[in-house]
């Protein structure tokens, strides 16, 4: 268990539909990352937010977006569901420290949240 | 971040080591070299990461090259369990982005 926590565990809905996934970091950690990891791609690196602000950005799409509230769990908000959305939906935590070295950069992984879209 | 270069799969006998290898020629010197691994699905599992000395813990070791140019992780006595992806990456200090690549598939044989 490393202690991220997301649901739902999973997210079956309809194209065309908005969902929101909910991520809880590890106790202390400030920094949130989302991935996402579909059959033919691997695992893509959304978004970081790093104490409620937005840190770095990957291949996120305009119809997604994501925060991170003052208690620091994070919401991924999909909207205009297609198809191909459908995934794993991983959230990751790091860094309990206010400016963290590489050594304090490893990344805690939650279960992910299966969505599947129809 | 640096690319990394793994072999797609390889197969490790059961209470055997497995040496995975990774190449990351285009390494700079503040980059950390990380390991994880996901088996079927679950979210990627971290198993250990160095910079440029040879790291050890309970799940592996990490062997480092004088240049940095490539790494090899150790499973020094494979089970059936650690069957799964591994993936090397490499991260600039500080910085969000990871870029996982396609990984390792180990496959530990009875």
Redesign the interface.
Known sequence: D?G?TQTPKHLITATGQRVTLRCSPRSGDL?V?W?QQSLDQ????LI?Y?NGEE??K?NILERFSAQQFPDLHSELNLSSLELGDSA?Y?C?SSAPVA?????Q????????T?LLVL | DAKTTQPPSMDCAEGRAANLPCNHSTISGNEYVYWYRQIHSQGPQYIIHGLKNNETNEMASLIITEDRKSSTLILPHATLRDTAVYYCIVRVTNAGKSTFGDGTTLTVKP
């Open positions: 490393s991220v920094s990352y991935y691997g695992l893509q690196f970081q790093y840190r770095a990957g794993l991983f990751a400016i963290p070295t590489g050594d950069e490893t990344q805690y992984f939650g279960p992910g299966r």
